[in-house]
């Protein structure tokens, strides 16, 4: 789908219908329209008793030519969540109308990205693998025009949700079709394509580099591991910023096989991969001055004869040691080689995403992210950027010493698994063992927000690209 500005008389638009952005009580932006549509549409507005509450659509059919006039309510408190859920319920209104194209009214310069963020990924669907779509005549919007929209606000809104697209594509593709390998090949199309440095380390690779962690979380599954580093440096970087993602194409539990009901929608377990893919593509596109490395370890986490164990003491690239609990707590062993390379290379500050414990859906529900930072200044950062964008994060303590002392192994360093209390704070408390000293560092739980199991306006059952536009909001506004 398409989002271009449109600069014409509303009464000369050629599409299919309007969608009015409306203010609760305020309908003066119907004032564009001529005198007795304006009066028809007043009669039935008022007949309707619509006021434009949020979350609020009216559907009014014309039948001349412009089929159909839409409002969509943005309610009293005007912020960007409700414009970009807004906008979304307009652009599924349209498409269960099977009409091809609208004009976005009334849209506020300050809400103009949001719109065109809720507009794509509103309109998105992952269906590629249905031979028979459920519905044989359904149409796609093809464009939404925004009225008199700023060219800036809408670049920078596309840039947005088609890097958001892109990580939920990649999220929604089965482990059959996406494992180590498959995803190294794409990271490596998609730095071509933009023209960014990629490097990709192969399970021999990755044994000489010390990254033994990887490679035993790697080692049950017939695909091997993969280690993935991709490059945005500009002329005169302001700083060095770190994306670390969780890259596990499926988590089956390894030796501690998952009970059937948990494994399935594990091929979710990549999502802090994949946005950081999402992440690195609108990083090329939009050149901000900071070099921006994306670091993805990737690898299957499965039952096997040469599986890793429990019990197993693994050293990590940094030299500490891990002893293994349980083999379901592969993510943050991954991730401790992959957070030490990302201290090696000396950031100004790393931000890791992961789909990393059950235990934060239990702590803070499935819509929000977990933060864990040890700098305020990032967390509150992090938590602007997360008002801006909608995407729910919620910071938990890494203060609990008492807490810290589950991760101390009797025989190794750390152990993998701090039990089922404060899950999600030890798994934070663990990937923070890797984090070299003096480095800013924010760590994402994003097992709950990766997925969601139901329609919920600009989300689709499925992949949600979850930390896309808050890390690139981030970038944004701190450089
Ligand atoms: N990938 C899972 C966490 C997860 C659970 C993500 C549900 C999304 C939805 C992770 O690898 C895992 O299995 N964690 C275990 C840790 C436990 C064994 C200490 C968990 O959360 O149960
Ligand atoms: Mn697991
Ligand atoms: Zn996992």
Redesign the pocket.
């Known amino acids: 789908m398409n989002v271009i500005s449109y600069r014409g008389g509303i009464n000369e638009y050629a599409g299919d219908c309007l969608v009015f952005f409306i203010k609760e009580g305020d309908f003066s932006t119907l004032d564009l329209l001529q005198d007795n549509t304006k009066k028809i549409l007043k009669k039935i507005i008022e007949a309707e008793g619509f006021k434009g509450e949020k979350e609020k659509l009216l559907k009014i059919p014309l039948g001349d030519r412009v089929k159909s006039v839409y409002l969509v309510g943005v309610g009293k408190s005007v912020d960007d969540e409700v414009y970009r859920r807004a906008s979304a319920l307009g652009v599924r209104q349209i498409k269960k109308d099977k009409y091809k194209s609208g004009l976005f009214i009334g849209v506020d310069k300050e809400r103009e990205r949001a719109v065109v963020e809720g507009a794509i990924l509103g309109n998105y669907e992952f269906d590629k693998y249905k031979t028979k779509k459920d519905n044989e005549n359904k149409r796609n919007v093809e464009e939404v025009g925004l009225y008199m929209g700023d060219e800036e606000n809408i670049k920078l809104g596309k840039i947005f949700a088609e890097a958001q697209i892109y990580a939920r594509n990649l999220v929604n593709e089965p482990g059959n079709v996406i494992n180590p390998v498959t995803l190294s090949e794409i990271a490596k199309k998609l730095a071509e394509d933009k023209g960014l440095e990629c490097k990709v380390y192969d399970e021999k690779d990755i044994q000489k580099m010390g990254m033994l962690a990887l490679y035993s979380v790697g080692k049950g599954s017939s695909t091997p591991p993969r280690f993935i580093h991709i490059v945005y440096k500009p002329e005169k970087p302001k700083k060095k910023v770190v994306f670390v993602g969780?890259g596990?194409t499926f988590?089956s539990?390894g030796l501690?096989i998952?009970p059937g009901d948990?494994m399935r929608?594990?091929k979710?377990?990549k999502s802090g991969a994949c946005a950081v893919l999402g992440i690195m593509k609108a990083v090329a596109e939009l050149k901000p001055d900071v070099e921006v490395h994306g670091l993805i370890g990737a690898a299957e986490?499965m039952p096997g004869g040469n599986a890793y164990r429990p019990d197993d003491i693994i050293r990590a690239k940094n030299g500490k040691t891990i002893e293994i609990?349980?083999t379901?707590?592969?993510?943050?062993v991954t991730l401790a080689d992959v957070l030490s390379y990302a201290s090696e290379l000396k950031p100004d500050l790393i931000i890791d995403m992961a789909?990393?414990?059950?235990?934060?859906?239990v702590a803070l529900g499935e819509y929000t992210a977990g933060l864990f930072s040890n700098d305020d200044d990032l967390a509150r950062s992090l938590e602007e950027a997360s008002r801006k964008t909608g995407e729910r994060i919620w910071r938990l303590p890494l203060d609990d010493e008492r807490l810290r002392k589950k991760i101390k192994s009797n025989v190794a360093d750390v152990v993998?698994?701090?039990?089922?209390y404060g899950?999600a704070i030890t798994?934070a408390m663990f990937l923070q063992e890797f984090v070299g000293e003096g480095i800013k560092w924010a760590h994402l739980d994003i097992?709950?927000p990766?997925?969601s199991k139901e329609d919920f306006f600009y989300y689709q059952k499925g992949a949600t690209g979850f930390g896309v536009r808050l890390c690139l909001e981030y970038l944004l506004s701190n450089t």
């Open positions: 969780k596990l988590d539990g501690n998952k948990y929608t594990m979710i377990d986490n609990d349980n379901d707590a592969e993510g943050r789909t990393l414990t059950g235990a934060c859906m993998n698994s701090g039990g089922r899950g798994a097992a709950g990766a997925y």
